[in-house]
C-alpha cells in the first residue's frame, strides 16, 4: 500500500488560507482517485475532496466555492488548497485513496482557525 505523508497545517485567522501537502511514497498516476479528509474533535471522520486519475474533482458541500483539490503526478503529491478558512473547519487533515487504504493513513496535519 502506498504511503501518504501530510504537511502544511497550522493556526490560522478566520478568512485565511493554508495549502495542504500529501506526498506519496509512490507514483499516483495509476491510483484511480484521491482524497483529502478530516476529522474534528469528537466528529467522525468525512471526505471533503475527491480528485480522480483525470483530475475530476468533487467536494463537500462545506467547503465547495473555498477549498481546491489538485495533483502533481511528477512530485507524487496532492494538494488541498483552503481559502476563507471557517473556524469549523478545524479539524485533523489527511489524505488517502479512494476506496481507502486502511494501511495508508498518515498523521495527518492539523488546522487549526481561530474566530
Known amino acids: 500500500q502506498v504511503q501518504l505523508v501530510e504537511s502544511g497545517g497550522g493556526l490560522v485567522q478566520a478568512g485565511g488560507s493554508l495549502r495542504l501537502s500529501c506526498a506519496a511514497s509512490?507514483?499516483?498516476?495509476?491510483?484511480?482517485?484521491m482524497g483529502w479528509y478530516r476529522q474534528a474533535p469528537g466528529k467522525q471522520r468525512e471526505l471533503v475532496a475527491i480528485?480522480?486519475?483525470?483530475?475530476?474533482?468533487v467536494y463537500a458541500d462545506s467547503v465547495k466555492g473555498r477549498f481546491t483539490i489538485s495533483r502533481d503526478v511528477a512530485k507524487n503529491t496532492v494538494y488541498l488548497q483552503m481559502n476563507s478558512l471557517k473556524p469549523e473547519d478545524t479539524a485533523v487533515y489527511y489524505c488517502?485513496?479512494?476506496?481507502?487504504?486502511?494501511?495508508?493513513w498518515g498523521q495527518g496535519t492539523q488546522v487549526t482557525v481561530s474566530s
Open positions: 488517502n485513496t479512494i476506496p481507502v487504504a486502511s494501511g495508508s
Open positions: 509512490r507514483s499516483i498516476f495509476n491510483i484511480n482517485a
Open positions: 480528485i480522480s486519475s483525470g483530475g475530476s474533482t
